[in-house]
């Protein structure tokens, strides 16, 4: 069974209607995503993240799987699937995929501001008193602006032997996450879903599929089970 890296990014959530930072010049929401997405901002005003981060789990809570997540889904019937998603949400969970790795962390989770132990949150909220078992405030269990993305490790271990790289709702801009292309094999064959112009060139085994994620997702399936 071939190994399939699925790349996700913003542009296959924003389908479900969650728009991101990117969309508006560097506001998210009308907040600033400095004030509410840095170490600094959370020493600063804790609360306000808090307040920014709760809305945001709310939009989460009430958006749906579109049909890009389900159709990765599928895909594991006949490939072994890994999901690597710079997204918060957890909709590649609900859309049916089993194995997905959260590179900036994950809004439905919180961590301690000990010692970075991970608790699920219950209900949509999370707010200043919201304790850890130490006693300590719990915060968003996000990677922020300036801080280490950890998962990257894991990331390239996972890439190192994978058949095929899918990179879908991104255009490569964000990094690190942007090295993933970097991590699989050389002759690893590769396929990009998004609509955007792309600037990328001499990519060995590259094929750009210029749509949105939902209709490019049945595209590429189609390619893939040609070739099976």
């Known amino acids: 069974m071939k190994k399939i890296i699925v790349f996700s990014g913003a542009g296959i959530s924003a389908e479900s209607g969650l728009k991101t930072f990117r969309d508006s010049d560097g506001l998210w929401e009308n907040y600033n995503i400095y004030e509410v997405a840095t170490p600094e901002a959370w020493k600063k005003d804790p609360k306000l993240v808090l307040e920014f981060y709760n809305a945001r789990r709310k939009q989460v809570l009430n958006a749906i799987p579109n049909n890009s ?6 895909l594991e019937t006949d490939f072994d699937i890994q999901i690597i998603t710079q997204n918060i949400d957890d909709l590649h969970e609900r859309g049916g995929s089993t194995k997905i790795l ?9 961590k301690s501001t000990y010692n970075d132990e991970q608790y699920k949150i219950k209900g949509p909220e999370l707010n200043i008193g919201d304790l850890c078992k130490n006693n300590s405030q719990l915060r968003p269990d996000i990677v922020w602006f300036g801080e280490a993305v950890p998962n990257m490790v894991v990331a390239e271990k996972l890439c190192k032997d994978a058949d095929i790289l899918i990179i879908i709702g991104t255009s490569l801009t964000v990094y690190p996450a942007a090295n993933i292309i970097d991590f699989v094999p050389y ?17 060995k085994n590259l094929t750009i599929i210029k749509e949105n994620a939902s209709i490019g ?5 189609k390619k893939l089970h040609k070739k099976s």
């Open 217 to 221: 997702i049945d595209i590429l399936i």
């Open 102 to 110: 959260h590179l900036h962390g994950e809004i439905l989770t919180s």
């Open 69 to 74: 997540h389900i159709a990765l889904a599928k």
């Open 187 to 203: 002759n690893c064959e590769k396929f990009l879903i998004d609509p955007k112009e792309i600037s990328m060139v001499n990519i």
